[in-house]
């Protein structure tokens, strides 16, 4: 046990750097590039696979996977990029075991799927690691289009449509482009400053300008976009986080996992992040889960994840959930946070289990908590948008929103799963059509 | 536990698993270490004439190929016979055989095609107390630019003419060792025999480059940017070489011929298989090379549970056994009738027997928006493309259908009695029915 394991309240320092570095540390180790082979030889090359159908971004995997095994990695990753321009990310963060890895012929027949994120990243390093950009630009088309929002899905709407000939200019209100792919997920799953390494790749195409610092609403109002520019393509994420709705909610020590991961990214000494000794994380997602893994390696004592329905219901897929399992993370469902205790700051956190249709069941217990995660989903945030749908943008066929020549993708349009990959698909398509569009 | 005693020619081993000439049995000291691993019998690294010996080069020997994960399915060697003085080898065998008296040692003889020659090297063997001797009508690189390896195996005239010379100045058993390089492998073999040799032994490697650099556009190995030629060996040249044992144990020619099968044998069922096409014993090489000496211990093992499983109690009762249904293809009755069949159960909807059948066979098989693949019989001409990608086994099978029905793809009702090519209407050439 380290020294100060047993502390009370949020302290830093509760691991040294080096259990800390080993932590933190690739979730999935690259590939090398015997292990790439064998791997990259599992593949039955299947006629019209289904892995290909369950990836959003139809990427044609057997072809990748197979320029593998033939020793091509470089073309495996433009097979992979040419759909999805930010598959390298994908690779790592893709719930793959939900996606293609789960129709994988291979699963069915020894429930051992191809490594097919494995390969994805592997082929992908490959390539990035030779600085080249392999895609061009067209001729100039003179048309100018915004994107706001540096995220998933702004950026590979950009990279779309700088490759189609159009200038781009990008606006995102952080102070560095990424949008989840920097501030949003668990560190052990993209290390080393991929997310940036990536946009800088990206970037090579040329034709795209990044502004940071520009909030749409704040800096940025869509009208002057639409003024200025021939194309707005909306994809500015979900920016708010829902509220519990308790009393003593703004106690100290309760705070939103999403600011936590996004503190947690960008920190760049570990060991002066500090963490509760006992840390209670609300919510059944893949947030709630990349919260409650890194509170625990962190060096949390204890730490729960409640969630209010069945195991089934939740967002996190299997492998996440069992993921927290194994890094020690009580998951406790079927349980709804009724009350804050504390004076001033949190102290105890109350739940009542809840039947399958969340109806109360009297039964009530109290999780000691010195610091409390809130997780249970984001929302759209601003003013002045086009047409909403259940709380999110409505779009029709590709990103089309209510507002002429504005679109919209992403985590802040409505339909599709709330995923990078999801993400990227719509960016990308969305740029086909704003292309149609403008040089129709 | 089987007796898996072997009499080849009367020459008793422990075992039918004779390592062959090769650089695995060059000296005493691998030789010795394979006898202890359990090996039946060791054909020493072919000795050349007394005098310098011949010399290797100082780059790769060996080039290969891989399966998955590396596994080595093809070796080439340009390797050359012993390059260690003949009187080192002889001490070296009369050693190891005087402490290995059950063990079969034969000695691999390559020298120029003169009486004389063959005559000398023969009385120094002789003298090791040897079982007997193979001749090396087999290595296709260096030693047949010089006249002799396969540059004899593939003159059936020369390997008849040294046979006998073996015979008329030996007691000694003699093998021939038969080259694959050559077209019709019954010709040397029925030359064999005739010149008195007790045994044929086949197949020396085949003639081959392994693969090209495509950077240095020289093929591999490559040895100071060129490469040559060499013999290839393996689990890759198993199928010739399982013909060749055929084509000579069910030449009428040469039937009843002792055969020694040397080609791929990694596992006791390749070994089986050889013995079943009428090899009364196996040589190894490559499974050797690539898995270490102990490897015959899995076929010692292989071969005697498999025995057991078939109630033989020796290793003769498998000799030949498939020889009688080796035909050639006219022979084939064009009255059965078979038609794939996919276990929906196993299937694991990867659509390789779709992709197959569809692109490049005869377009039997169906594919329904939820992957469900069937075969169409009114189509299927039971090619077994199918069940060869598949990669599931068992999953796709041939059905023969019954005598009676009616075979939907022709409209023919399925006959019992057996017609082959011979007797068949669009065959110009048939013979009339009597």
Redesign the interface.
């Known amino acids: 046990m380290s020294e100060n394991a047993l502390t009370p309240g949020i302290i830093a320092g509760r691991l040294d750097a080096a259990s800390l570095a080993e932590n933190f540390s690739d979730l999935h180790p690259p590939l090398d590039d015997h292990e790439a082979l064998v791997a990259a030889d599992r593949c039955y090359f299947c006629h019209d696979a289904p892995c290909m159908t369950a990836c959003p971004t139809t990427i044609d995997i057997p072809l990748f996977i197979r320029q593998i095994a033939t020793g091509t990695p470089e073309a495996a990753a433009e097979t992979i990029l040419n759909q999805n321009i930010l598959g390298g990310m994908c690779a790592r963060v893709c719930p793959t075991e939900t996606l293609c890895e789960e129709v994988c012929v291979r699963e069915a027949a020894e429930g051992k799927p191809v490594l097919i994120g494995q390969l994805q990243r592997y082929a992908t390093d490959v390539l990035m690691a030779t600085g080249k950009h392999p895609f061009a630009r067209a001729e100039p088309t003179g048309k100018k289009v915004a994107v706001v929002g540096a995220g998933p899905a702004g950026l590979a709407c950009a990279h779309r449509l700088a490759m189609l000939g159009h200038d781009v200019v990008v606006f995102d209100g952080r102070n560095k482009p990424g949008g989840l792919n920097e501030f949003g997920i668990a560190s052990y799953k993209s290390v080393d400053g991929f997310a940036e390494r990536e946009v800088d790749w990206l970037l090579q195409i040329g034709g795209i300008t990044i502004k940071t610092g520009k909030r749409l609403g704040r800096e940025v109002a869509l009208a002057d976009l639409r003024a200025a520019y021939d194309a707005v393509f909306l994809a500015i994420g979900l920016g708010g986080v829902n509220a519990l709705g308790l009393a003593g909610e703004d106690k100290d020590g309760l705070s939103d996992a999403v600011d936590f991961i996004a503190e947690l990214r960008q920190t760049g000494d570990l060991t002066k992040l500090p963490i509760g000794r006992d840390v209670v994380v609300i919510g059944g997602g893949m947030t709630a889960v990349d919260a409650a893994v890194q509170a625990k390696l962190l060096g949390a004592l204890n730490v729960s994840l409640v969630y209010r329905r069945g195991r089934d219901r939740m967002n996190a897929s299997r492998f996440e959930q069992d993921l927290a399992a194994s890094k020690g993370v009580r998951i406790i469902t079927n349980a709804a946070p009724v009350a804050v205790h504390g004076n001033g700051a949190v102290r105890e956190i109350e739940f009542e289990y809840t039947d399958n249709d969340l109806n109360p069941t009297g039964q009530t217990f109290r999780l000691p908590a010195d610091q409390v995660f809130k997780a249970i989903g984001q929302t759209l945030e601003g003013d002045d948008l086009p047409v909403l749908e259940a709380r999110k943008i409505a779009v029709t066929g590709p990103g089309r929103t209510s507002v002429e020549r504005v679109w919209a993708g992403g985590d802040c349009a409505a339909g599709g799963d709330d995923l990078t990959v999801t993400a990227v698909a719509e960016g990308r398509d969305t740029a086909i059509d704003i292309h149609a569009t403008l040089v129709g | 536990m089987a007796d898996l005693t072997s009499n080849f020619i009367g020459i008793i081993s422990p075992n039918p698993f004779w390592l062959a000439s090769a650089p695995p049995t060059d000296k005493e000291y691998n030789v010795r270490r394979a006898f202890e691993a359990g090996w039946g019998g060791v054909v020493w690294k072919t000795l050349g004439e007394a005098g310098p010996p011949v010399v290797n080069v100082n780059g790769p020997r060996y080039g290969a190929i891989w399966g ?3 596994r080595l399915l093809g070796l080439n060697n340009i390797e050359l016979i012993t390059d260690r003085p003949l009187e080192v080898n002889l001490e070296e065998m009369k050693r190891v055989k005087r402490d290995w008296p059950d063990r079969a040692l034969i000695a691999s003889l390559m020298v120029p095609v003169n009486e004389d020659a063959w005559k000398d090297i023969l009385h120094r063997v002789e003298d090791t107390g040897c079982d007997g001797v193979e001749l090396n009508f087999g290595c296709p690189h260096g030693m047949s630019e010089r006249g002799m390896g396969s540059a004899v195996g593939q003159v059936p005239e020369y390997v008849g003419q040294v046979a006998h010379w073996c015979k008329k100045h030996s007691d000694l058993p003699v093998i021939v060792k038969l080259t694959p390089n050559i077209t019709d492998i019954r010709k040397p073999a029925q030359a064999a025999k005739e010149g008195g040799a007790d045994a044929v032994s086949l197949i020396n490697t085949i003639n081959s480059i392994t693969s090209v650099n495509l950077d240095l556009f020289a093929p591999e190995p490559t040895i100071d940017g060129q490469g040559a030629h060499g013999g290839y060996c393996g689990p890759a040249v198993k199928p010739i070489a399982l013909n060749m044992v055929a084509e000579i144990a069910r030449d009428p020619a040469t039937a009843g011929l002792p055969i020694s099968g040397i080609g791929g044998v990694t596992t006791w069922r390749d070994a089986a298989e050889f013995m079943a096409l009428g090899a009364g014993n196996v040589q190894v090489c490559t499974a050797a090379m690539t898995y270490g000496f102990k490897v015959v211990q899995e076929m010692i093992s292989g071969l005697s549970q498999y025995m057991d499983e078939k109630g033989f109690t020796s290793v003769d009762q498998l000799v030949g056994r498939a020889v009688p249904n080796v035909v050639n293809w006219q022979d084939l009755n064009l009255n059965y009738i078979a038609k794939a069949k996919i276990n929906q159960d196993e299937c ?5 027997c ?2 197959a059948c569809e692109d490049t066979s005869h377009q039997a098989i169906s ?1 329904s928006q939820d ?1 469900v693949f069937e075969v169409k019989d009114d189509e299927c001409v039971a090619c077994n493309l199918c069940v060869n990608v598949c ?2 086994e068992g999953c796709i099978t041939m059905e023969p259908m019954a005598a009676g029905a009616v075979d939907p793809r022709t409209g023919q009702v399925v006959k019992e009695e057996y017609a082959n090519w011979t007797t068949h209407p669009n065959n110009p050439g048939k013979c009339a029915a009597e």
């Open positions: 998955a994960d590396r694991i909807k990867c659509g390789r779709f992709a594919m992957r990669p599931i």
